[in-house]
């Protein structure tokens, strides 16, 4: 079963059209050759967004991720915050054109899957189809455990509430997208609606559905207390954890 793309078509509402726009010109302005090509991402180009209340999701690839000096990359960021309140917040992605073409069950997935090209060629077309199978589920959550790591440590340590906030539903999405990951065998494609994701987890994978209702519960609204919501999300890693490494020990007896 191959993977389809989740956004076929770029359908950028008028409230975020200028925003884009501007992103994209001082991007290039800025680094001038250094870009190779584009990226979004979520519900503004597929004409979703809620004004005053979504985010921005672009992926920048690039020949050398170095190139890119990221201090003036976070400065850009806070001054289009400034000229674009419309948007809530601006993550940005930096990746190298070798790791989209030699990692194609990682970068080579969030490039020719999840995202779609708004400036340059889309690189996402030299990948070549990804088919689904637990080799690919396994290769697509090779940093699963860094990036919670990551999140888990800054959650710990933020004492800012609005930073807890942001921090707790960024870490809802990431356990609930690796969560949804184990049954991709069984859904055929890869969903980025949060509803219909939960859904498939509670349909298609063994764990308690409190845990699962939580997190989405969670992601939708993050003035939880910080300890028990880490109590919960260290409970679902350790679920996820356990089944992805009984899925790569089973591909391993393949080989």
């Known amino acids: 079963m191959i993977l389809e793309k989740v956004i076929n078509k ?22 001038k050759d250094k870009v190779h090509s584009i990226y979004m991402c979520g519900s503004i180009p597929k004409g979703m967004a809620t004004p005053f209340k979504s985010d921005a999701d672009f992926t920048i690839v690039c020949v050398d991720p170095q190139d890119i000096d990221y201090e003036r990359l976070s400065t850009i960021k806070d001054s289009l915050l400034k000229e674009y309140p419309v948007v809530t917040k601006i993550d940005t992605i930096i990746c190298s054109m070798d790791s989209v073409l030699s990692k194609p069950n990682e970068w080579g997935f969030w490039v ?19 088919k ?3 080799e690919f589920i396994v290769d697509l959550n090779k940093d699963t455990k860094m990036e919670v790591d990551r999140i888990h440590h800054s959650l710990s340590n933020a004492s800012d509430h609005t930073m807890q906030m942001r921090y707790i539903k960024g870490y809802s999405k990431r356990l609930l997208r690796a969560l949804y990951s184990l049954v991709l065998e069984d859904t055929g494609v890869w969903e980025d609606d949060f509803v219909k994701m939960k859904n ?4 298609y994978y ?3 559905s409190a845990l699962v209702d939580y997190l989405y519960t969670c992601y939708l609204d993050s003035h939880v207390d910080v300890e028990e919501f880490l109590g919960v999300a260290d409970e679902v890693y350790r679920n996820f954890e356990k089944a992805i490494h009984a899925m ?3 591909r391993n007896s393949f080989d």
């Open 206 to 208: 063994e764990i308690d």
């Open 200 to 203: 498939a987890i509670l349909t």
């Open 248 to 250: 790569a020990a089973s």
């Open 10 to 31: 770029i359908e950028i509402q008028s409230e975020y059209k200028d925003f884009v726009d501007k992103y994209i010109d001082t991007i290039l302005t800025e680094f």
């Open 112 to 130: 020719k899957i999840i995202c779609v090209c708004v400036y340059g060629q889309d690189v996402g077309e030299q990948v070549p189809p990804i």
């Open 132 to 134: 689904i199978s637990p």
